[in-house]
């Protein structure tokens, strides 16, 4: 087992208090182009990630210095470190960290080339300023030995125990069988696929049912391949946190079933906002009880997780409570030091995902298994795309701090700049207009530079204000992406007038539309991917979008239901926005008819809200004495509980919900709970500008304008609807297709096999 010498340091090194303010640090990413901007800079005899490898104490270390210069009469290594604003907001604790990685690459440097002294440079460079501040000093060989032996001893004891668990949680994987008496129909036609992918090393696209086990029959064949292809972590992602728990009932079923309890630690991230104890302080310990003094108190904490195994989140918050540290930041170790983590999607995908870094910095062999993959498109849209309101800017002028107010007016002359650059105000009106820009505008760009730099050094140093923590980090996000700005993303500009004074208010967007151009270094990163879902369909939609590997691999598996369980019907009713009208009193009648013929509970899915109340408004109207069940906008929490509760608890009940929304999946009603289902829509998201302007560029980039941007989204969401209907194999329904285009071929080849053997 080779150690990295960041994870050395990050070990042994650390002392003190937790020193994370509420200003965000770069991303693994921006201090990557960071690096190289600085590496391009050094001359031709400089080497950039100069590999560096050695052995302490029975330790093998390996490890990139960013650079080295073959100087006389002593070598020169250096360490560059990226951050913003004044470099005496980097904490003691942390300039000790870098000195340290810095003082073992010296280490490595003289071991190996019996050097007997060695310059070496810490260099912080600032990327809002593009400022370097270089430290360097002079260390003998001597010196850093006698570093590097105590750092290792602290580590020592730690490693033995790593190494151990390796060895046990290897030997007994290779020694696991499927834990029940037999596989479900079809599971292990999925399991054999997933374990022969990772033994090869590819990118599965596995389209698997409801009803054939996924969560287990991905997880075993993955656990399986661990031992046999030395696979250091598996990271079981979800796009939902209903999915996460989903997930981890599983993990115990498998545990549950075996003889003993697998020797594997199982971890689940959780979001900052759900794991802090004190929300209302920045995570630093002059600021946070349980961030004062953490890394004191860490090893005794660490060491009672790793005995633990399973690290829940209740779990997690246990062992943090009794050795009052933070539980998120626990949890943030134990990604280090855990077999199995499950958690979002984000934290492996976003521009800040811990797993990602952690696999990088470790040279992990990592599987992603991604249950709900047919999410991430659009979870992934979302990670890369920011947005700036004028509007946020005023309202947090209004509120800030006196020693702010210059500040932000001069962001806001700069928002009145844009939009007099880019808009005709006076023939505005009161509408509003919605620009497509080619590039992203400039005119911004001073200002927001100047507002991060001051909103960074206020709260450095004073307590927490969200609204102004918000601007700050609304900023660096939209900058972020601005930098990385192509013809992946759209930049729209949208001003309006609200007042009678006829001020316009402007909204700047980056949308991003092809994630694919972010993710694929991703995948690229995991030895293999296993991407399922019951809607993967077509493979090559999701493989093009999400930047998957060529050889990627796509397979249906067969559903274990069949037609018998299924009465499907197609209604030639147009459901087209024109039509819609004419369409209503058609529907209530066939929904009257169907629960007349057999009472019981459906649901009905429509396109938007607003055809949602003029349908459910006139069954109403027409059946007064069937109890329903209607989705509104903006529904709480308690508000989608009480609405799935109501179909487990009544019978003959007509509920009405919107396509794409929350009732249209990750909702489990089997049996009678739900014995019907309508879907009164293609689901073809609407025909806007912005839609328009998705399809020329999937048609440019792709060829497929109308199939990317309607079609395929579109008939994902009837399948994940009906999909509630029919559970298990005994389960009975019908589904009711109402819409004249589900007759057409290129619609019917989309749909599920087994629904096409009765209609």
Not at 126 to 135: F, K, V, Y
Not at 720 to 736: E, F, K, M, N, W
């Amino acid at each position: 087992m080779k150690v990295a010498v960041r994870s050395l340091c990050e070990f042994a090194a650390r002392s003190g208090g937790l020193e994370h303010r509420y200003t965000p640090s770069p991303s693994a990413d921006e201090g990557i182009r960071g690096h190289k901007t600085l590496q391009s800079r050094r001359g031709a005899e400089y080497e950039p990630e100069y590999l560096l490898e050695g052995i302490c104490e029975g330790i093998s270390l390996r490890g990139r210095a960013d650079g080295y210069l073959a100087t006389k009469p002593e070598p020169l290594l250096e360490e560059i470190k990226t951050h913003r604003g004044d470099l005496s907001r980097v904490g003691a604790g942390q300039q000790q960290l870098h000195w340290a990685q810095l003082k073992v690459y010296g280490a490595l440097l003289c071991q190996r080339d019996q050097l007997t002294q060695v310059r070496l440079r810490l260099v912080y460079f600032d990327l809002s300023r593009d400022q370097e501040s270089p430290l360097e000093e002079l260390w003998s060989a001597q010196a850093l030995s006698l570093f590097l032996v105590e750092l290792c001893q602290r580590y020592l004891e730690w490693h033995r125990q790593e190494q151990q668990h390796r060895e046990s949680r290897d030997n007994r994987l290779l020694q696991l069988g499927f834990p029940y008496p037999d596989f479900r129909p079809n599971q292990r036609q999925l399991s054999e696929t997933v374990y022969k992918g990772i033994c090869t090393a590819r990118t599965l696209l596995m389209e698997a049912p409801t009803g054939i086990g996924k969560t287990l029959g991905v997880v075993f064949p993955a656990l399986a391949a661990m031992p046999r292809r030395q696979i250091d972590r598996l990271f079981l992602l979800t796009a939902r946190t209903t999915g996460r728990q989903l997930i981890l009932d599983g993990l115990k079923q498998l545990n549950a079933a075996t003889d003993a309890p697998l020797p594997l630690r199982i971890l689940e991230l959780t979001a900052r906002d759900k794991a802090c104890e004190h929300p209302d302080k920045a995570c630093h310990a002059e600021c946070c009880p349980l961030a004062d003094g953490f890394f004191d108190r860490l090893p005794q904490a660490r060491q009672a997780a790793v005995d633990q195994r399973w690290l829940d989140r209740e779990s997690l918050q246990t062992i943090a409570s009794v050795h009052q540290i933070c539980p998120y930041y626990l949890a943030q170790e134990m990604a280090r030091w855990s077999d199995v983590v499950v958690g979002d999607v984000n934290h492996f995908f976003d521009q800040q995902a811990l797993l990602h870094g952690l696999t990088r910095q470790n040279e992990w062999q990592v599987v992603p298994l991604i249950d709900e993959a047919h999410n991430l498109i659009d979870r992934a849209r979302s990670m890369y795309s920011a947005e700036l309101s004028q509007w946020s800017f005023s309202e947090a002028a209004r509120n800030a701090p006196a020693s702010l107010k210059k500040t932000f007016r001069g962001v806001q002359r700069a928002w009145r700049k844009l939009i007099d650059t880019h808009l005709d105000i006076d023939s505005l009106g009161q509408e509003s207009r919605r620009l497509q820009l080619a590039e992203v505008p400039t005119e911004l760009n001073g200002s927001l530079l100047r507002l991060v730099g001051d909103l960074t050094e206020y709260m450095t140093d004073n307590p927490v204000e969200p609204e102004l923590q918000r601007i700050l980090f609304d900023t660096i996000a939209f900058m972020k992406l601005a930098e990385q700005f192509a013809d992946h993303s759209l930049c729209s500009l949208e001003v309006s007038n609200q007042s009678k004074r006829r001020s316009p208010k402007a909204t700047l967007s980056l949308e991003n539309l092809i994630p694919a151009d972010f993710l694929k270094q991703r995948f690229r990163s995991a030895r293999a991917s296993v991407l399922f879902s019951a809607t993967l369909n077509p493979g090559r939609y999701y493989q093009d979008l999400l930047g998957l590997p060529e050889n990627s691999l796509w397979q249906s598996v067969p559903s274990p239901f069949s037609s018998s369980q299924l009465t499907l019907r197609t209604l030639d009713i147009s459901t087209r926005f024109r039509d819609r009208a004419a369409s209503v009193l058609p529907i209530v009648g066939d929904i009257r008819d169907q629960y007349r013929a057999q009472p019981g509970n459906y649901l009905v899915y429509l396109s938007s809200f607003a055809y949602l109340e003029q349908i459910s408004a006139s069954f109403m109207e027409q059946n007064p004495d069937t109890p329903v069940a209607i989705q509104h906008a903006g529904m709480s929490e308690l508000e989608r509980l009480a609405f799935i509760e109501r179909f487990r608890v009544e019978r003959g009940l007509v509920g009405f919900a919107v396509l794409g929304g929350v009732f249209s999946e990750g909702i489990d009603l089997p049996g009678d709970a739900l014995v019907g289902v309508f879907i009164a829509t293609l689901g073809l998201p609407p025909n806007n500008d912005f839609q328009e302007q998705l399809a020329k560029q999937m048609q440019r980039r792709f060829g497929q304008g109308y199939a990317y941007t309607y079609l395929y989204p579109g008939i994902r969401k009837v399948i994940q609807a009906a999909g509630r209907l029919i559970r298990t194999p005994q389960d009975q329904g019908v589904i009711h297709l109402i819409d004249d285009r589900f007759r057409r071929p290129e619609i019917r080849a989309l749909l599920p096999d087994w629904w096409n053997e009765n209609s």
